[in-house]
Protein backbone atom coordinates (compact mmCIF):
# COMPACT_ATOMS: atom_id res chain seq x y z
CA UNK A 1 0.00 0.00 0.00
CA UNK A 2 2.74 2.57 0.72
CA UNK A 3 4.85 1.40 -2.37
CA UNK A 4 1.51 2.29 -4.51
CA UNK A 5 0.72 5.68 -2.45
CA UNK A 6 4.47 6.70 -3.04
CA UNK A 7 4.07 5.63 -6.92
CA UNK A 8 1.04 7.76 -7.24
CA UNK A 9 2.59 11.23 -5.40
CA UNK A 10 5.29 10.71 -7.91
CA UNK A 11 3.09 10.43 -10.95
CA UNK A 12 0.96 13.28 -9.72
CA UNK A 13 3.60 15.37 -8.66
CA UNK A 14 5.59 14.97 -12.23
CA UNK A 15 3.28 15.25 -14.64
CA UNK A 16 1.84 18.60 -12.10
CA UNK A 17 5.35 20.11 -12.57
CA UNK A 18 5.33 19.09 -16.65
CA UNK A 19 2.51 20.58 -17.11
CA UNK A 20 3.31 23.88 -15.60
CA UNK A 21 6.49 24.48 -16.81
CA UNK A 22 5.14 23.91 -20.37
CA UNK A 23 2.86 26.28 -20.13
CA UNK A 24 5.21 28.63 -18.20
CA UNK A 25 7.03 28.48 -21.40
CA UNK A 26 4.48 30.22 -23.00
CA UNK A 27 2.03 32.05 -20.05
CA UNK A 28 0.76 34.56 -22.85
CA UNK A 29 -0.89 30.99 -24.46
CA UNK A 30 -2.62 30.03 -21.35
CA UNK A 31 -4.01 33.53 -21.11
CA UNK A 32 -5.69 33.40 -24.51
CA UNK A 33 -7.33 30.15 -23.60
CA UNK A 34 -8.36 31.98 -20.43
CA UNK A 35 -9.68 34.60 -22.27
CA UNK A 36 -11.41 31.91 -24.59
CA UNK A 37 -13.06 30.42 -21.64
CA UNK A 38 -14.11 33.55 -20.14
CA UNK A 39 -15.36 34.81 -23.03
CA UNK A 40 -17.62 31.76 -23.93
CA UNK A 41 -18.94 31.88 -20.53
CA UNK A 42 -20.72 35.00 -20.80
CA UNK A 43 -22.96 33.95 -23.28
CA UNK A 44 -23.65 30.17 -21.65
CA UNK A 45 -27.24 29.87 -20.75
CA UNK A 46 -27.31 25.93 -19.90
CA UNK A 47 -24.95 25.90 -16.92
CA UNK A 48 -26.66 29.80 -16.53
CA UNK A 49 -22.70 31.15 -16.45
CA UNK A 50 -24.07 34.17 -18.71
CA UNK A 51 -25.53 35.44 -15.05
CA UNK A 52 -22.05 36.09 -13.61
CA UNK A 53 -21.04 37.93 -17.16
CA UNK A 54 -19.68 40.98 -14.85
CA UNK A 55 -17.29 38.75 -13.45
CA UNK A 56 -15.53 37.15 -16.62
CA UNK A 57 -15.51 41.03 -17.99
CA UNK A 58 -13.49 41.58 -14.37
CA UNK A 59 -11.17 38.85 -15.03
CA UNK A 60 -10.68 39.28 -18.88
CA UNK A 61 -7.88 42.16 -17.95
CA UNK A 62 -6.66 40.09 -15.67
CA UNK A 63 -5.40 36.75 -17.74
CA UNK A 64 -2.19 36.97 -17.73
CA UNK A 65 -1.67 37.39 -14.41
CA UNK A 66 -3.74 34.59 -13.32
CA UNK A 67 -2.30 32.38 -16.32
CA UNK A 68 1.03 33.02 -14.39
CA UNK A 69 -0.14 32.05 -10.89
CA UNK A 70 -1.92 29.40 -12.01
CA UNK A 71 0.81 27.80 -13.80
CA UNK A 72 3.22 28.52 -10.93
CA UNK A 73 0.70 26.67 -8.42
CA UNK A 74 1.11 23.63 -10.48
CA UNK A 75 4.87 23.20 -10.50
CA UNK A 76 5.36 24.12 -7.04
CA UNK A 77 2.30 21.84 -6.02
CA UNK A 78 4.06 19.50 -7.92
CA UNK A 79 7.37 19.82 -6.64
CA UNK A 80 5.94 19.55 -2.76
CA UNK A 81 3.96 16.12 -3.60
CA UNK A 82 7.07 15.14 -4.54
CA UNK A 83 9.27 15.52 -1.42
CA UNK A 84 5.94 14.97 0.77
CA UNK A 85 6.44 18.30 1.70
CA UNK A 86 3.51 19.40 4.07
CA UNK A 87 1.61 16.49 2.49
CA UNK A 88 -2.24 17.56 4.05
CA UNK A 89 -2.12 21.25 2.67
CA UNK A 90 -0.31 19.91 -0.83
CA UNK A 91 -2.85 17.42 -1.18
CA UNK A 92 -5.90 19.35 -0.48
CA UNK A 93 -4.40 22.48 -2.88
CA UNK A 94 -4.16 19.83 -5.68
CA UNK A 95 -7.47 18.32 -5.58
CA UNK A 96 -9.25 21.64 -5.95
CA UNK A 97 -6.78 22.48 -8.41
CA UNK A 98 -7.86 19.17 -10.40
CA UNK A 99 -11.67 19.87 -9.89
CA UNK A 100 -11.20 23.39 -11.36
CA UNK A 101 -9.17 21.35 -14.17
CA UNK A 102 -11.52 19.15 -14.51
CA UNK A 103 -14.32 21.53 -15.03
CA UNK A 104 -12.70 23.31 -17.85
CA UNK A 105 -12.16 20.17 -20.01
CA UNK A 106 -15.17 18.60 -18.90
CA UNK A 107 -16.90 21.75 -20.65
CA UNK A 108 -14.85 21.98 -23.21
CA UNK A 109 -15.50 18.05 -24.53
CA UNK A 110 -19.48 18.24 -23.15
CA UNK A 111 -20.53 21.86 -24.83
CA UNK A 112 -18.01 21.44 -27.98
CA UNK A 113 -16.68 24.73 -26.53
CA UNK A 114 -12.53 26.20 -26.25
CA UNK A 115 -11.56 22.89 -28.61
CA UNK A 116 -8.15 23.26 -26.87
CA UNK A 117 -7.62 23.65 -23.47
CA UNK A 118 -3.82 24.15 -23.23
CA UNK A 119 -3.03 21.60 -20.72
CA UNK A 120 0.17 21.19 -22.27
CA UNK A 121 0.28 24.15 -24.17
CA UNK A 122 0.93 23.65 -28.23
CA UNK A 123 3.92 21.15 -26.92
CA UNK A 124 1.45 18.28 -26.95
CA UNK A 125 -2.34 18.97 -28.09
CA UNK A 126 -5.26 17.08 -26.95
CA UNK A 127 -8.45 16.72 -27.99
CA UNK A 128 -10.78 18.20 -25.28
CA UNK A 129 -11.97 14.24 -24.41
CA UNK A 130 -8.56 13.20 -24.06
CA UNK A 131 -7.89 16.45 -21.76
CA UNK A 132 -10.85 15.42 -19.63
CA UNK A 133 -10.09 12.17 -19.43
CA UNK A 134 -6.52 12.71 -18.09
CA UNK A 135 -8.18 15.11 -15.82
CA UNK A 136 -10.52 11.92 -14.70
CA UNK A 137 -7.83 10.27 -13.94
CA UNK A 138 -5.66 12.61 -12.30
CA UNK A 139 -9.06 13.41 -10.25
CA UNK A 140 -8.80 9.31 -8.98
CA UNK A 141 -5.28 9.79 -8.05
CA UNK A 142 -5.17 12.93 -5.98
CA UNK A 143 -8.33 10.94 -4.41
CA UNK A 144 -6.47 8.43 -3.45
CA UNK A 145 -3.93 10.41 -1.71
CA UNK A 146 -6.46 12.55 -0.11
CA UNK A 147 -7.66 9.16 1.22
CA UNK A 148 -4.13 7.87 2.16
CA UNK A 149 -2.69 11.71 3.44
CA UNK A 150 -2.06 10.49 6.95
CA UNK A 151 0.22 7.71 6.02
CA UNK A 152 2.46 10.16 3.78
CA UNK A 153 5.80 11.22 5.50
CA UNK A 154 7.87 14.04 4.12
CA UNK A 155 11.27 12.77 2.39
CA UNK A 156 12.69 15.87 4.36
CA UNK A 157 12.93 17.93 6.95
CA UNK A 158 9.87 21.23 6.73
CA UNK A 159 12.81 23.61 6.94
CA UNK A 160 14.43 22.44 3.48
CA UNK A 161 11.33 21.34 1.83
CA UNK A 162 9.93 25.00 2.55
CA UNK A 163 13.10 26.04 1.20
CA UNK A 164 12.90 24.56 -2.01
CA UNK A 165 8.90 25.16 -2.24
CA UNK A 166 10.07 28.89 -2.08
CA UNK A 167 13.17 28.59 -4.41
CA UNK A 168 10.87 26.53 -6.97
CA UNK A 169 8.11 29.77 -6.90
CA UNK A 170 10.92 32.26 -6.98
CA UNK A 171 12.29 30.37 -10.30
CA UNK A 172 8.87 29.84 -11.72
CA UNK A 173 7.89 33.20 -11.57
CA UNK A 174 10.93 34.47 -12.97
CA UNK A 175 10.32 31.92 -16.33
CA UNK A 176 7.24 33.56 -16.84
CA UNK A 177 8.11 37.01 -16.73
CA UNK A 178 11.21 36.24 -19.04
CA UNK A 179 8.45 34.63 -21.32
CA UNK A 180 6.15 37.55 -21.27
CA UNK A 181 9.01 40.07 -22.02
CA UNK A 182 10.66 38.19 -24.26
CA UNK A 183 9.38 35.43 -26.09
CA UNK A 184 8.63 31.62 -25.12
CA UNK A 185 12.28 29.61 -24.75
CA UNK A 186 11.21 27.15 -26.69
CA UNK A 187 8.29 27.75 -29.65
CA UNK A 188 6.28 24.39 -30.67
CA UNK A 189 3.91 26.38 -32.66
CA UNK A 190 3.80 26.03 -36.57
CA UNK A 191 4.80 29.43 -36.94
CA UNK A 192 8.31 28.79 -35.28
CA UNK A 193 11.99 29.75 -36.32
CA UNK A 194 13.10 27.33 -39.08
CA UNK A 195 9.43 26.73 -40.26
CA UNK A 196 8.19 26.63 -44.22
CA UNK A 197 4.35 28.25 -43.56
CA UNK A 198 3.70 27.43 -47.31
CA UNK A 199 4.67 23.59 -46.56
CA UNK A 200 2.93 23.82 -43.30
CA UNK A 201 -0.19 24.97 -44.69
CA UNK A 202 -0.51 21.88 -46.85
CA UNK A 203 -1.69 18.38 -45.63
CA UNK A 204 0.86 15.56 -44.58
CA UNK A 205 -0.53 13.01 -47.09
CA UNK A 206 -4.25 13.12 -48.82
CA UNK A 207 -7.47 13.73 -46.70
CA UNK A 208 -9.62 10.73 -46.42
CA UNK A 209 -13.56 11.03 -45.64
CA UNK A 210 -15.97 9.03 -44.15
CA UNK A 211 -19.54 8.82 -45.34
CA UNK A 212 -21.71 11.99 -44.89
CA UNK A 213 -23.52 12.66 -41.93
CA UNK A 214 -26.20 14.90 -40.97
CA UNK A 215 -24.87 17.98 -37.92
CA UNK A 216 -27.57 18.79 -36.35
CA UNK A 217 -28.31 20.65 -32.62
CA UNK A 218 -29.96 18.90 -30.02
CA UNK A 219 -31.47 21.95 -28.33
CA UNK A 220 -32.78 20.23 -25.18
CA UNK A 221 -28.85 19.39 -24.56
CA UNK A 222 -27.89 22.05 -26.52
CA UNK A 223 -25.13 20.75 -27.91
CA UNK A 224 -24.29 19.10 -31.93
CA UNK A 225 -24.80 15.51 -32.76
CA UNK A 226 -23.88 13.82 -35.35
CA UNK A 227 -26.59 11.02 -37.24
CA UNK A 228 -25.62 8.55 -39.98
CA UNK A 229 -27.44 8.54 -43.20
CA UNK A 230 -29.35 5.41 -42.14
CA UNK A 231 -30.06 6.99 -38.79
CA UNK A 232 -31.68 9.89 -40.28
CA UNK A 233 -33.57 7.70 -42.89
CA UNK A 234 -35.10 5.81 -40.26
CA UNK A 235 -35.49 8.68 -38.11
CA UNK A 236 -36.25 11.45 -40.11
CA UNK A 237 -40.07 12.72 -38.26
CA UNK A 238 -37.61 12.46 -34.75
CA UNK A 239 -34.93 14.75 -36.17
CA UNK A 240 -37.96 16.89 -37.83
CA UNK A 241 -39.10 17.98 -34.44
CA UNK A 242 -37.64 21.75 -35.10
CA UNK A 243 -38.80 21.90 -31.04
CA UNK A 244 -36.02 19.38 -29.67
CA UNK A 245 -33.39 19.57 -33.14
CA UNK A 246 -32.16 22.35 -35.56
CA UNK A 247 -30.39 21.06 -38.72
CA UNK A 248 -26.72 22.76 -38.61
CA UNK A 249 -24.97 21.17 -41.63
CA UNK A 250 -24.17 17.73 -43.90
CA UNK A 251 -20.52 16.96 -43.03
CA UNK A 252 -17.99 14.36 -44.23
CA UNK A 253 -15.81 13.22 -41.07
CA UNK A 254 -12.35 13.15 -41.83
CA UNK A 255 -10.53 9.92 -41.25
CA UNK A 256 -6.98 10.72 -40.92
CA UNK A 257 -6.93 13.98 -38.92
CA UNK A 258 -3.53 13.84 -37.81
CA UNK A 259 -3.25 14.48 -41.90
CA UNK A 260 -4.86 17.69 -41.58
CA UNK A 261 -1.86 20.84 -42.40
CA UNK A 262 -0.42 22.87 -39.54
CA UNK A 263 -1.56 26.20 -40.31
CA UNK A 264 -5.31 26.44 -41.94
CA UNK A 265 -6.25 30.06 -40.98
CA UNK A 266 -3.05 32.06 -42.18
CA UNK A 267 -5.21 34.36 -44.40
CA UNK A 268 -3.64 38.15 -45.48
CA UNK A 269 -6.09 41.06 -46.97
CA UNK A 270 -4.91 44.29 -47.94
CA UNK A 271 -7.35 47.64 -47.41
CA UNK A 272 -8.98 46.86 -50.59
CA UNK A 273 -9.93 43.70 -48.94
CA UNK A 274 -8.23 41.22 -51.48
CA UNK A 275 -6.44 38.42 -50.45
CA UNK A 276 -2.68 38.97 -50.64
CA UNK A 277 -1.83 35.54 -48.60
CA UNK A 278 0.76 34.06 -51.38
CA UNK A 279 2.41 37.78 -51.75
CA UNK A 280 3.51 37.43 -47.88
CA UNK A 281 5.16 33.82 -48.40
CA UNK A 282 7.41 34.95 -51.33
CA UNK A 283 10.67 37.12 -50.77
CA UNK A 284 12.13 38.89 -47.76
CA UNK A 285 9.49 40.22 -45.86
CA UNK A 286 9.77 41.56 -42.19
CA UNK A 287 6.00 41.37 -40.65
CA UNK A 288 5.72 43.73 -37.39
CA UNK A 289 2.99 41.50 -36.24
CA UNK A 290 0.58 43.85 -33.65
CA UNK A 291 -2.75 41.86 -32.89
CA UNK A 292 -4.13 44.40 -30.43
CA UNK A 293 -3.47 48.23 -31.10
CA UNK A 294 -5.97 49.38 -28.37
CA UNK A 295 -3.64 47.76 -26.01
CA UNK A 296 -0.44 49.88 -27.10
CA UNK A 297 -1.99 53.07 -26.90
CA UNK A 298 -0.52 55.91 -24.47
CA UNK A 299 -1.67 56.51 -20.93
CA UNK A 300 -1.65 53.00 -20.34
CA UNK A 301 1.32 51.44 -18.21
CA UNK A 302 1.32 47.95 -19.43
CA UNK A 303 2.07 49.49 -22.87
CA UNK A 304 5.24 52.07 -22.36
CA UNK A 305 7.18 49.40 -23.29
CA UNK A 306 5.24 48.71 -26.57
CA UNK A 307 5.63 52.66 -27.22
CA UNK A 308 9.33 52.95 -26.65
CA UNK A 309 10.21 50.10 -29.07
CA UNK A 310 9.14 51.95 -32.33
CA UNK A 311 11.71 54.41 -32.48
CA UNK A 312 14.04 51.56 -32.76
CA UNK A 313 11.70 49.72 -35.48
CA UNK A 314 11.38 52.97 -36.98
CA UNK A 315 15.24 53.10 -37.53
CA UNK A 316 15.28 49.18 -38.66
CA UNK A 317 12.32 49.70 -41.39
CA UNK A 318 14.41 52.27 -43.03
CA UNK A 319 17.68 50.17 -42.97
CA UNK A 320 15.18 47.33 -44.25
CA UNK A 321 14.58 49.30 -47.27
CA UNK A 322 17.78 50.08 -47.65
CA UNK A 323 18.63 46.38 -48.18
CA UNK A 324 15.90 45.55 -49.95
CA UNK A 325 13.82 44.06 -47.37
CA UNK A 326 9.78 44.51 -47.70
CA UNK A 327 8.78 45.56 -44.37
CA UNK A 328 5.04 45.18 -43.33
CA UNK A 329 2.52 45.75 -40.66
CA UNK A 330 0.30 42.65 -39.71
CA UNK A 331 -2.80 43.67 -37.76
CA UNK A 332 -6.18 42.67 -36.55
CA UNK A 333 -6.91 46.23 -35.97
CA UNK A 334 -9.73 48.38 -38.45
CA UNK A 335 -8.23 50.33 -40.99
CA UNK A 336 -9.23 54.12 -39.34
CA UNK A 337 -7.82 52.81 -35.90
CA UNK A 338 -4.26 51.43 -37.98
CA UNK A 339 -3.63 55.09 -39.77
CA UNK A 340 -4.55 56.65 -36.42
CA UNK A 341 -1.94 54.81 -34.57
CA UNK A 342 0.83 54.46 -37.85
CA UNK A 343 0.87 58.47 -37.68
CA UNK A 344 1.23 58.64 -33.75
CA UNK A 345 4.45 56.49 -33.31
CA UNK A 346 5.61 57.75 -37.03
CA UNK A 347 5.59 54.00 -38.54
CA UNK A 348 5.45 54.60 -41.99
CA UNK A 349 5.02 50.94 -43.43
CA UNK A 350 2.30 49.53 -45.87
CA UNK A 351 -0.35 47.29 -43.80
CA UNK A 352 -2.49 44.47 -44.24
CA UNK A 353 -4.96 42.29 -41.65
CA UNK A 354 -4.67 38.83 -40.22
CA UNK A 355 -7.28 37.72 -37.50
CA UNK A 356 -6.12 38.14 -34.40
CA UNK A 357 -5.94 34.68 -33.19
CA UNK A 358 -3.48 33.91 -35.60
CA UNK A 359 -1.43 36.73 -35.67
CA UNK A 360 -1.14 36.10 -31.40
CA UNK A 361 -0.19 31.91 -32.81
CA UNK A 362 2.45 33.66 -34.75
CA UNK A 363 4.30 35.64 -32.10
CA UNK A 364 3.57 36.44 -28.31
CA UNK A 365 4.47 39.71 -28.46
CA UNK A 366 2.09 43.21 -29.71
CA UNK A 367 4.11 44.39 -31.41
CA UNK A 368 6.20 41.16 -32.51
CA UNK A 369 8.61 40.83 -35.20
CA UNK A 370 9.26 38.05 -37.89
CA UNK A 371 11.37 37.67 -40.35
CA UNK A 372 10.34 35.44 -43.31
CA UNK A 373 12.62 34.15 -46.84
CA UNK A 374 10.05 32.73 -49.27
CA UNK A 375 7.64 31.88 -46.80
CA UNK A 376 10.65 30.26 -44.00
CA UNK A 377 10.42 31.75 -40.43
CA UNK A 378 14.01 32.98 -40.14
CA UNK A 379 13.45 34.82 -37.29
CA UNK A 380 11.40 36.10 -34.56
CA UNK A 381 11.81 38.43 -32.06
CA UNK A 382 9.63 40.47 -29.13
CA UNK A 383 9.35 44.07 -28.93
CA UNK A 384 11.89 43.96 -26.17
CA UNK A 385 14.46 42.84 -28.07
CA UNK A 386 14.48 44.25 -31.90
CA UNK A 387 17.00 43.23 -34.02
CA UNK A 388 19.71 45.22 -35.77
CA UNK A 389 19.98 45.50 -39.81
CA UNK A 390 23.41 43.40 -38.95
CA UNK A 391 21.29 40.33 -37.27
CA UNK A 392 18.52 40.32 -39.67
CA UNK A 393 21.22 40.26 -42.86
CA UNK A 394 23.22 37.78 -40.88
CA UNK A 395 19.96 35.20 -40.42
CA UNK A 396 18.73 35.80 -44.63
CA UNK A 397 22.75 34.79 -45.19
CA UNK A 398 22.57 31.51 -43.48
Known amino acids: MKIVTRLVSFLVGGLFIFSGLIKLNDPTGTEIKLEEYFTVFKTDTTLHLDKLSGLWDFLTPFSLILAVALTV ?13 RPKTTIRSLFVLIIFFTFLTFYSWFFDKVKDCGCFGDAIPLTPFQSFMKDVILTGMITWLLIQRNRIRPILSTRRGSIISILSTIGCIA ?13 FRAYKVGANLPQNMKPKEKLKYGPEVYIYKDLTAKK ?15 YSDTVKFKFVKLDKPLLNPEAQPKITDYKVFNTQNADITAQTLTGKKFFIIIPEIAKTKKGKKVAKTALDAYPKINELVKALRQAQIQPMVLTAAGEQEVEQFRHQVQLAVP ?18 LMLLQDGTVKGKWHHNDTPKIEEVKKLLAK
Open 73 to 85: MEVVLGVNMLLHH
Open 175 to 187: LGLYAIRHLPIKD
Open 224 to 238: NVEIGKDDFTKNWKK
Open 351 to 368: YAFVDKKVLKTMVRANPG
